[in-house]
T-cell receptor
Framework: NAGVTQTPKFQVLKTGQSMTLQCAQD?????MSWYRQDPGMGLRLIHYSVGAGITDQGEVPNGYNVSRSTTEDFPLRLELAAPSQTSVYFC????????????FGEGSRLTVL | DAKTTQPNSMESNEEEPVHLPCNHSTISGTDYIHWYRQLPSQGPEYVIH???SNVNNRMASLAIAEDRKSSTLILHRATLRDAAVYYCILSNEAAAGNKLTFGGGTRVLVKP
């Protein structure tokens, strides 16, 4: 099993550019989420999904859009990148139960100049 | 939502036990206690979870106070590979699964 796969691992953007961070999982998990982690900080929840066609906002959703057209994929889109979005982004998935383990991808390091 | 409080950092010597405390004085009766760790340049990984009773697995032990207002993650023999940030997290119906809140955690340094 590949688990949770994120691409790209590294990306540099200029202010105002757009891009999509890809996330795929092969564990048939209904629940997926995106977090960002700034240097020396914990993870903050951006958006989450409880199934195909269903998404909701987390703690820091501004500047980010998500969609969930399939169970496997949960892409995160930045429409107008800003330097404040420079961070490491983690995608995660779980079966959604109270005791279910949250599986994380390896992260995508984004720098916005 | 119930919050957790952890020390910012701890040091340990290799092959010695490490006891990582977590305070959660406002925990409710249905909150589960989870621990995750994040190795350098990696995503967090699950360590252990519990509700009321102490729990053991191949990675660690979780000791939960009788009043559940605190818990301790125990690494029995620290190795260099255990150097990581350890997060203590609570989950309930409102904040479960993919909505877990990760605070600052405890950074563990293991000295050879």
């Amino acid at each position: 099993n590949a688990g949770v796969t994120q691409t790209p691992k590294f990306q540099v953007l200029k202010t105002g550019q757009s891009m999509t961070l890809q996330c795929a999982q092969d564990m048939n998990h209904e629940y997926m989420s995106w977090y960002r982690q700034d240097p020396g900080m914990g993870l903050r929840l951006i958006h989450y999904s409880v199934g195909a066609g269903i998404t909701d906002q987390g703690e820091v959703p501004n500047g980010y859009n998500v969609s969930r057209s399939t169970t496997e994929d949960f892409p995160l889109r930045l429409e107008l990148a800003a330097p404040s979005q420079t961070s490491v982004y983690f995608c995660a998935s779980t079966d959604g139960t109270l005791t279910g383990e949250l599986f994380f991808g390896e992260g995508s390091r984004l720098t916005v100049l | 939502d119930a919050k957790t409080t952890q020390p910012n950092s701890m040091e340990s010597n290799e092959e010695e036990p490490v006891h990582l405390p977590c305070n959660h004085s406002t925990i409710s009766g249905t909150d589960y206690i989870h621990w995750y760790r994040q190795l350098p340049s990696q995503g967090p990984e699950y360590v252990i979870h519990g509700l009321t009773s102490n729990v053991n697995n191949r990675m660690a032990s979780l000791a939960i106070a009788e009043d559940r207002k605190s818990s301790t993650l125990i690494l029995h023999r620290a190795t260099l590979r255990d150097a990581a940030v350890y997060y203590c997290i609570l989950s309930n119906e409102a904040a479960a699964g993919n909505k877990l809140t990760f605070g600052g955690g405890t950074r563990v340094l293991v000295k050879p």
